[in-house]
């Protein structure tokens, strides 16, 4: 491991560096021996290792003691806090449009989902906790030592946190932090982001956020986060489907995409295919705030097309019912006096991937299909197909299917 280069946070619990961890860069926190039990430390590494997740932030490497400290090496991301993006805009490097404001809250919104979902409590949800990736306005939420796991009412740490973005029940002290109250806190910074102002923490309640959000696509979905009474408080697996929603509409109504990437399919085909998971549906009165059990996955088999190489870059001619479009695809076509198998090869990859797709393949972007099946109020077949193509080359295709047979 090198030598530290800066210092990039420091806590209660010891300092957070930027520094080389097996050849890259990592956010290394060091906590002197004496501030953290054994039993807390092996407590946060269980966290980290079970709450993997492209929005929970990664565990890079086993947890060491050196020089009477504790080194935990963690991801670093190359990105700003939320508390930065919402309430310092000159530093700002984010521009919060409703498209990248909707990444941000969906992502952070699976992210506190995942970790519910294996038990997870985070009890400190706050937008410093939260960074924003600035390439992609993916948003990962970080500092997972105080998290806990909370099963039958059990907790395997104290309850602390944030009085900020503590809820009601948390402030009055007449319960402990669970998956409520992380809800709560989630939707005080939904809020705080869509309206760009801090908000008094005891004011918080669905009127404040009516008076606050108005109109605006994530309001519902806040108001039923921020309920005081916890028993009333939606889940995240009962907002979800709302979050998404909004997070969709607010993309579809945003400025045109730049030339070269993916340009929203039409209503007909948004429409059919609304659901981009099992999740990301109304759930019926019965299940509306229970945590959905994992669902199976399969991956559907490649197609096999021995003789190709993986690091060689992929042009791709267009699918049949995409021949007319010259223009668009001539990028994609296989050229030059290439060996004819190898041309044939590249076809049937490319016919593969544009197979189904509600819109012809880009030059450079990315085509996500989501599709489900309903059957007695659930969901029975699940299918996701994802293409990414960068100048001309499919570099990453994906057939993805859940079956609750």
């Known amino acids: 491991m090198a030598y530290s280069t800066s210092t990039i946070a420091e806590g209660c619990f010891g300092k957070v560096y930027k520094q080389k961890y097996n050849d890259t860069w990592a956010a290394v926190k060091k906590v002197p021996q004496h501030l953290i039990s054994r039993k807390d430390l092996e407590r946060e590494c ?3 290792n079970k709450a993997e997740h492209p929005n929970i932030v990664k565990l890079l490497g086993n947890i060491t003691l050196t020089e009477k400290k504790w080194i935990i090496p963690l991801e670093f991301i190359f990105g ?3 508390e930065t993006t919402i309430f310092k805009a000159a530093k700002s490097k984010i521009q919060v449009t409703p498209a990248n404001k909707a990444t941000i809250i969906v992502g952070m919104c699976e992210g506190l989902l995942h970790l519910h979902t294996k038990d997870i409590v985070h009890q400190d949800l706050k937008p410093e906790n939260i960074m924003v990736e600035h390439d992609t306005n993916r948003a990962v939420i970080i500092d997972l030592g105080l998290a806990k796991f909370f099963r039958r009412g059990l907790n395997s740490a104290w309850d602390m946190g944030n009085e900020a973005y503590s809820a009601p029940e948390v402030l009055q002290r ?20 869509c309206a760009r102002i ?37 889940s995240m697996a009962g907002v979800m489907y709302e979050i998404r929603k909004a997070g969709r509409s607010s993309t579809v109504t945003s400025t045109p995409l730049q030339k070269g990437h ?46 190709l190489r993986p690091q060689i870059g992929l042009h791709h001619s267009p699918s049949p019912h995409r021949a007319g479009d010259k223009n668009h695809t001539q990028a994609l076509v296989p050229t030059g006096r290439a060996d004819i198998t190898q041309d044939m090869l590249k076809m ?11 819109c012809k393949l880009p ?4 085509v996500m299909v989501r599709r489900f099946e309903e059957k007695d109020g659930g969901v029975e077949r699940w299918e996701q197909k994802e293409v990414v193509t960068r100048d001309g080359k499919i570099v990453k295709y994906d057939n993805i299917k859940f079956d609750s047979k």
């Open 80 to 82: 700003e806090d939320l």
């Open 348 to 358: 049937k990859l490319y016919q593969e991937a544009a197979k189904d797709l509600p």
């Open 46 to 48: 269980d966290v980290y």
């Open 198 to 234: 801090r908000l008094h923490t005891p004011s918080v309640c669905p009127a404040k956020i009516k008076e606050t959000l108005k109109d605006q696509a994530y309001c519902s979905a806040v108001c039923r986060m921020v309920e005081p009474d916890p028993s009333l408080r939606a």
């Open 262 to 307: 993916l340009q929203p399919p039409s209503s007909h085909v948004a429409g059919r295919n609304r659901s981009p998971s099992p999740l990301n549906r109304d759930l019926s009165p019965h299940t509306k705030d229970r945590t959905p059990a994992p669902p199976k996955w399969e991956r559907t088999p490649r197609p096999e097309f021995k003789g």
């Open 174 to 193: 007449r319960s402990q932090r669970d998956q409520r109250s992380d809800v709560w806190a989630m939707g005080k910074i939904i809020a705080e982001l």
């Open 363 to 366: 030059a450079t972007g990315r």
